[in-house]
């Protein structure tokens, strides 16, 4: 099973990132497929989660400004990233967890926002 996410960067306070994760590896079916975030310092913590059907959750900081979405058929998950604040650099990690197995990480993509 592999996790390869992409999309991390460097924007200003105010500005926008998508981020993407594709799972390959694997014919199980998909559960929850979700976004952690670890800033420097400080405890991973979730960011936003999709179930299968399409429910979300997310984390307070975050509810008006992200949005996640999934592609079931591709096997993806998206995060897109609006009115980015400086609270939210730090390394973002794609999670899927399998109806079988898992949880399962992604490498990790960096974003930073500048005030």
């Known amino acids: 099973v592999q996790l390869q996410a992409s999309g991390g960067g460097l924007v200003q306070a105010g500005g926008s990132l998508r981020l993407s994760c594709v799972l390959s590896?694997?014919?199980?079916?998909?559960?929850?497929m979700g976004w952690y975030r670890q800033a420097p310092g400080k405890q991973r913590e979730l960011v936003a989660v999709?179930?299968?059907?399409?429910?979300?959750n997310y984390a307070d900081s975050v509810k008006g400004r992200f949005t996640i979405s999934r592609d079931n058929a591709k096997k993806t998950v998206n995060l897109q990233m609006n009115s980015l604040e400086p609270e939210d650099t730090g390394t973002y990690y794609c999670n899927v967890e399998l109806y079988v197995t898992g949880p399962y990480w992604g490498q990790g993509t960096q974003v930073t926002v500048s005030s």
């Open positions: 590896g694997t014919s199980f079916r998909v559960n929850n």
């Open positions: 999709i179930s299968r059907a399409g429910t979300t």
